[in-house]
Every structure is written in structure tokens, then in C-alpha cells.
């Protein structure tokens, strides 16, 4: 039964004139489309059949005071009674079909579907259906059978394949394609040209990622108020787009926000799709810059300057947006908005006088401290909120490591005395005061000048008469200190302080002063499980009570302290263990007598360095070669890298530095344009150099060393590398020689360059 049914559906078939069907179907399709507008009320559709008196074949209405739809069947011929259905939403949709059940010869004829508005006819389609008695059985059943289902699998098949061409064709034609426009540029085109031939009643629409309508082009026009609010007077097509089948969208005035896909698509006045388009627009937006700087600075630059033309009407707003949410610095309506800063940047921000004619939005920090570290985002917006520039600049404010100035006592008489650097090239006004401070181990008054004298009575008293400064220190802007005599109680870390009339500090300095008996500098590398500082002997070991171990640099830290065990001198050294590369630093061993006076002081520069050793072969002929290093260590305080070679002399081949000094003559000649870096290489903690046009004297050990301000040296790394020569490149490096020695004479030489078989001097040469 149920193949018998499929036999009669697929033996339905459609005219331009009408509907045909056997009898003994399930039901049959009257089609019927028309144009509605759901807006209005007071709509319905009659299906009418002539040769009927009164009566209909179907009504479906919708009143004007419920636009809900419904059947009326009062008026219905009995002869269609539960035999007729239309779609639920017939009237909203225009699809008014009218599906007839059990179609019997008797209900041949011609049909009329009427679409009425307040009761006016609007459409009629009419609609033949013939109804025939199906085909007597065939002779051959099995035959047929076998046949049909032949068919069938042929069919199935073919439509298979057909099916996977079309969507292997369709995904290609989907297949996105990417624009990709900088921040700042004006417009973007989004390409779409096609060459089949359109009616002229198309509807061409442009859509974004959000389903939003960015261009409609309809009824042979432009319709700006179908577009979405966004996207008004902000986009521009072709002006007859269909006679030049060119449906390319241009999007004006760019924001970073337009990034996304957008689709065309064209469709059919039935609604039906013609054609669709997909392109990606990318708006490039500045990748993140990085600014290093000090504590110690007086003030920073974070850079933002654009190509863009800016109405005056524009917000420029700088935020922290990592670590932490803060308003930084507000430009609005031409003026600079201090109200709307957060409280901890007011007074230390400061902009361009005119950014936007100078196109300069960079913004100088000034008053820095370590946790103004963070990442900081330029956001430029128009008068309606929308998002026209945006530029991250990633800030990272280090700690400031102070000069270390060393003194050995020296036995012989006469003055002994020790500068404390600081020269500044600040102007600063005359009513300064300059105070020098012992910060660390204890809180002293070193020196004050106030008022255009200096202040011996605000000194304490152990510097009294011990220091001294520049007399016209402000001219010279020169605030180094002079300290006489000094003293192993004077070791410490010293600050010299500038202060404005009203307390405000202007600038500052750290230097560490240490006065010792003995100094000696030592190492290990990085993975040793410890290392023992040793206190070296002395004739005075009787007279030790205890001693004291300190890190006086980079930053003071007190370690210990040990009671002298009589006889055992080696109680008095420090072992570290669980070696970290921040162990690096300068330590000394102060010892005392019973009575607590100072004895004696030693000074031990320690390093820790990460040492590691890897080899790297190439062949000869590679454009280039990496010379490996990546760290996980804290760069934090690092000033220098430098890549060096030893042999057959010392050379520098690369160096980066941090304040960004070009060291003239410091990389050796043969490898200028050769070497390249990371071009942030603290930040990544990749150290890896790229050797450049290689040779075979290339061949050997390269060296990286990485310093911190005081000059020691962190991490090191030996690369030794190979370059392999290859047989064609030897033979061309001894063939200058080899013919030299089968030429002894001139007139073998001549008689070589005459022959112009070009392998014979090769033989030749095989030959020797």
C-alpha cells in the first residue's frame, strides 16, 4: 500500500494551466501566491470553482478588529466539507494554496483564488485541476519493479553527487573574503561584482555580523531608512548597480567596532535568494607599545599619534585598563577635563596643547611610581559615543637601582674622602631645599641646604664638619656631596632629596656608600645548591665578639648574624643556600667587639649567573641562522645585552641597551647589518640573536652576557656554532689555489686561460 502511494505522488505533476492528479491520491495543491501587507486589516481569500451556484469551496478572513485569521466555512458547498485546509498564517505570509483531500474525478474544473481588501477584489488566480483514473497495471510487474528500482538508485545517486557539487560550489562561493583597512583610514570597499543577469525588481541587502542592515537597495533606489541608525550616511553603493552588476558596498568613516563579517545577499520580488556574498572587514588596530622607565624619572611619554582627521567635537579619554579601572586623563570639547581624572592622576597628566590639528594624542605621566605599571588605552570617540581611534601602550615602571660607591681604608695618613654623585639637568628655582639622608641601616641627617646657606645645625652630629658641597650647586646643577674622613659606621645607603618652597619634592637620588677593609668579588652559576661566603682570616680574630652579614645592594636586606665560636673562624662565614639568580648582589661582614664597637668590615660582590651552553649547526649557503637564548628569569633590573665573540680576538657582534644609547663603534664592522634582536627582548625574556648572510669563518663560540646597572652579570649563555661546508662550496674555495699551483709560469697560466673547454681545468686539477 504504502509503495502504491509514493507511485501516486510521484505521478503528480504541475502545468503552467493547471494541476493534474489520478484519482485515489492523499490530497492535492492548489498554489496561489500574492503580495500582502500585514499591516492592514480587513483582508480574506476566497477559493470559488465554477459551475457552483452560491456556495464557496473556502474562506479564510481576518477583521479589523482582531488581526487574528480564521476559516469562515458557513458559506461552504457541501461537497468540500472537511475536505479543504489553507496555512495558518495564509493571509500574513500571501501563500493562500489550498490543499484538497481525496481528489475524485467529479472534482475536476477550474478554480479561482480571490484576494479581497475591505471587500475589494485585489487578485485573482485561477487554477486548473484534472482528476484521472490512474493507469491500468503493467503486464510486467517484476520487470517494472526491477527497473524503477534501478532507477530510483541511479537517481538517488546522481542527486547525491549533484548535491555534493552544489554545496562544494556554494561553499566556495561563500567562502569569506577578507579586507583588511589600519585604524584611521577614511573608507573600506567590500567587494561583490557578479555576472549573471538580474530582473530589475531585485532587492539587494547588506547585513552585519549582528544581523543588522548596514545598505538596502530596493524598487530600483537606495532606502536610507531601512538602514540601521549606525550605519546612515556612513555607506555608498554603485548608482545603477544592476546595469553594471557591480553590488560592491563602500563603508565611510571607519571605526574599530566595524571589524566583522558582513553578507549581501540579492533576492527575488518572490523573496526567493538570487545571490549572497560574504566579506570579512578587518579594522587594524595598533598592537600594544611598551615604555620602560624608573621611579627615578621625572616623568614618562605614552605615544599615540594618528593620520586620521578628527572633527573638534571628539572625546579623547586615556585609561588604566590593567591592573585596574582608572580615568586617567579626559580631553573633551576642546579643553582638557581635570574633574573627571581619578583622584591619583590629577596635577601629573598633561596633553598636547592642541591634539587633535597636530594629530599628537601622547600623554606625558609625570611623578612616577612603581605601581603606575599597568597597561594603558587611548579611546577616541565622536559626539555620539561611537569608537573612532583606539591605541594601547603597555607602561613598566621599575624600581631605580641606586649608584654603589666603594671606599677601601686605606693605612697610609692624609685626607681620605668619598663623593656621593647626583648632577641633575632639571631647572630648578632658587628657593630649593637639597637634603642628604642616611636611609638605611639607621635614619640620619647627613647634610641640609635651605634658604641659600648650609644648615650644620640640622646636621647630626657625627657629619658635622664632614661634608661639603658645591657652592653654586644650582647653576652647576650639581648637588653631589663631598664626605671626609669617613668611617666604617658611614656605610649605608645615602638620598639626596630637592624640595620646592612648599615641601613638594622635585627629584631624588640614591647612592650606596661602602667602606670596608677587603673587598673581593665572586661567583657561581645558577643551579648549585649553595655557596659559601667566606670571612677571610685576620690577626684581629681574637678580638671578634660577633658578625653581621648584610646585602647593602641592590636593595639593603639583613641576613644574619652569628657569635663567634672561639677558635672556629669559619663559623663566621655565611653559607647561601637554594641559590636564586636574586641572590646576585654586593655583601658585606661587619664584626664587632665585645663593647658592640666596630672592628673591621669586609665587601664581597657576589654574582649568581645563569649559565647554559647549546650548539647549533647549519649549512653553508642559509640566508640565516638563530642563535638561541629564551629566559624565564626577572629582567627587571637589567641595563645591557651584549653578544660577543673571543676569538681570534674579543669582539662585540650585537648589543641592546635600555636607555636606548647607541654606543658608536661598539659592534665590530664585519657584522654590521648582520645581527637582529628581538625588538622587546626584556619584556619576552627572548635573547635569541639572527645571524645574517653566513660564511664559514662563522664558525665558533658566541657568548651572551646579560648586565645590570652596576655591571654584573646576570645570565650568560655560550652558543657554539657550526657551519658545514658543503662539496660545491669547497671546491670553489680551493679552486683559486689549486690552479695557482698547477700555473706555476706564465706562460701555463696563459696557455689554461686560452682552452675554452670548461672542465678541463677541473681534470687538471683532479689530476694534481
Not at 20 to 45: F, N
Not at 452 to 467: C, H, S
Not at 645 to 658: L, N, Q, R
Request: hydrophobic letters at 30%; glycine letters at 4%; proline letters at 4%.
Amino acid at each position: 500500500m504504502n509503495m502504491k502511494m509514493i507511485v501516486l505522488l510521484l505521478l503528480i505533476s504541475q502545468h503552467a494551466s493547471g494541476v493534474e492528479v489520478y484519482e485515489g491520491a492523499e490530497s492535492v495543491l492548489l498554489p496561489c501566491r500574492v503580495q500582502t501587507d500585514v499591516s492592514r486589516s480587513s483582508i480574506a481569500a476566497v477559493w470559488d470553482r465554477d459551475g457552483l451556484s452560491d456556495k464557496k469551496v473556502h474562506l479564510r478572513t481576518q477583521k479589523s478588529d482582531d488581526l487574528d485569521e480564521g476559516d469562515d466555512l458557513s458559506g461552504q458547498s457541501d461537497l468540500y466539507q472537511n475536505r479543504t485546509s489553507m496555512r495558518v498564517d495564509a493571509l500574513q505570509t500571501g501563500d493562500l494554496s489550498l490543499t484538497l483531500k481525496n481528489p475524485t474525478v467529479s472534482d475536476s474544473g477550474t478554480y479561482t483564488c480571490i484576494y479581497r481588501k475591505e471587500g475589494q477584489d485585489q487578485n485573482r488566480t485561477e487554477v486548473q485541476l484534472k482528476v484521472t483514473q490512474p493507469p491500468p497495471p503493467p503486464v510486467w510487474p517484476k520487470v517494472l519493479s526491477a527497473v524503477l528500482v534501478t532507477l530510483i538508485i541511479l537517481a538517488a545517486a546522481f542527486g547525491l553527487f549533484m548535491c555534493c557539487a552544489y554545496k562544494r560550489m556554494k561553499d566556495r562561493a561563500l567562502l569569506p573574503e577578507v579586507v583588511e583597512v589600519p585604524q584611521g583610514e577614511k573608507s573600506a570597499l567590500l567587494p561583490f561584482k557578479t555576472t549573471a543577469d538580474l530582473p530589475q525588481d531585485v532587492t539587494v541587502e547588506w547585513r552585519d555580523s549582528n544581523n543588522m542592515k548596514v545598505h538596502v537597495y530596493e524598487s530600483g533606489k537606495h532606502q536610507p531608512d531601512k538602514q540601521d541608525q549606525g550605519y546612515r550616511g556612513r555607506t555608498e553603493m554603485n548608482e545603477d548597480p544592476l546595469r553594471t552588476k557591480d553590488f560592491s558596498l563602500t563603508l565611510k568613516h571607519l571605526r574599530p567596532t566595524d571589524s566583522g563579517v558582513y553578507t549581501c545577499t540579492v533576492y527575488h520580488k518572490d523573496e526567493h535568494m538570487l545571490l549572497q556574498k560574504v566579506v570579512t572587514v578587518i579594522v587594524r588596530v595598533p598592537s600594544p607599545e611598551l615604555v620602560n622607565v624608573t621611579d627615578a624619572d621625572k616623568s614618562v611619554l605614552l605615544p599615540f599619534k594618528t593620520t586620521a582627521d578628527l572633527c573638534q567635537d571628539v572625546t579623547v579619554e586615556w585609561r588604566l585598563t590593567e591592573l585596574e579601572e582608572r580615568t586617567v586623563h579626559v580631553y573633551e570639547s576642546e579643553n582638557n577635563q581635570p574633574d573627571k581624572q581619578d583622584q591619583d592622576y590629577r596635577g601629573r597628566t598633561e596633553m598636547n596643547k592642541d591634539p587633535l590639528n597636530t594629530k599628537d594624542l601622547s600623554l606625558t605621566l609625570k611623578d612616577l611610581h612603581l605601581t603606575d605599571s599597568g597597561v594603558y588605552t587611548c579611546t577616541v570617540y565622536n559626539k555620539g559615543g561611537h569608537m573612532l581611534l583606539q591605541k594601547s601602550v603597555t607602561l613598566s615602571v621599575r624600581e631605580s637601582v641606586p649608584d654603589i660607591v666603594h671606599v677601601q681604608m686605606q693605612v697610609q695618613q692624609g685626607e681620605v674622602s668619598v663623593q656621593l654623585p647626583f648632577k641633575t639637568t632639571a631647572d630648578l628655582p632658587q628657593d630649593v631645599t637639597v637634603e642628604w639622608t642616611l636611609t638605611e641601616p639607621t635614619e640620619r641627617k647627613v647634610h641640609v641646604y635651605e634658604s641659600g646657606n648650609n644648615q650644620p645645625d640640622k646636621q647630626d652630629q657625627d657629619y658635622r664638619g664632614r661634608t661639603e658641597m658645591d657652592e653654586d650647586r644650582l647653576r652647576n646643577k650639581d648637588f653631589s656631596l663631598t664626605l671626609k674622613k669617613p668611617h666604617l659606621t658611614d656605610s649605608g645607603v645615602y638620598t639626596c632629596t630637592v624640595y620646592n618652597k612648599d615641601g613638594h619634592m622635585l627629584t631624588q637620588k640614591s647612592v650606596t656608600l661602602s667602606v670596608t677593609d677587603t673587598v673581593s668579588m665572586i661567583g657561581t652559576v645558577y643551579g648549585n645548591k649553595s655557596y659559601l661566603l667566606q670571612f677571610k682570616n685576620t690577626d684581629k680574630l681574637d678580638q671578634i665578639s660577633k658578625v653581621k652579614w648584610e646585602r647593602i645592594h641592590p636593595k639593603y636586606k639583613f641576613i644574619k648574624e652569628i657569635t663567634r665560636n672561639q677558635g672556629n673562624e669559619k663559623d663566621l662565614s655565611l653559607n647561601l643556600k637554594d641559590l636564586h639568580l636574586t641572590d646576585s648582589g654586593i655583601y658585606t661582614c661587619t664584626a664587632y667587639r665585645g663593647n658592640g664597637d666596630i672592628l673591621l668590615r669586609q665587601l664581597v660582590t657576589f654574582s649568581v649567573r645563569d649559565f647554559q651552553l647549546e650548539k647549533v649547526e647549519v649549512i653553508e649557503g642559509e640566508e640565516s641562522v638563530l642563535l638561541p637564548f629564551k629566559t624565564t628569569a626577572d629582567l627587571h633590573h637589567v641595563l645591557r645585552v651584549y653578544w660577543t665573540v673571543s676569538e681570534p680576538k674579543h669582539m662585540t657582534i650585537h648589543y641592546f641597551d635600555v636607555t636606548k644609547n647607541n654606543q658608536s663603534g661598539l659592534q665590530d664592522q664585519a657584522y654590521i647589518g648582520r645581527t637582529e634582536m628581538n625588538k622587546d627582548p626584556l619584556r619576552t625574556g627572548d635573547l635569541s640573536l639572527t645571524l645574517k648572510h653566513l660564511h664559514l669563518t662563522d664558525s665558533r663560540s658566541y657568548t651572551c652576557m646579560v648586565f645590570n646597572k652596576d655591571g654584573r652579570i646576570l645570565l650568560q649563555k655560550v652558543v657554539i656554532l657550526r657551519v658545514r661546508a658543503t662539496l660545491k662550496g669547497t671546491i670553489e674555495d680551493m679552486l683559486p689555489c689549486l690552479r695557482k699551483r698547477t700555473a706555476p709560469n706564465a706562460e701555463v697560466k696563459e696557455g689554461l686561460r686560452n682552452r675554452n673547454h670548461e672542465d678541463l681545468p677541473l681534470m687538471e686539477v683532479h689530476s694534481v
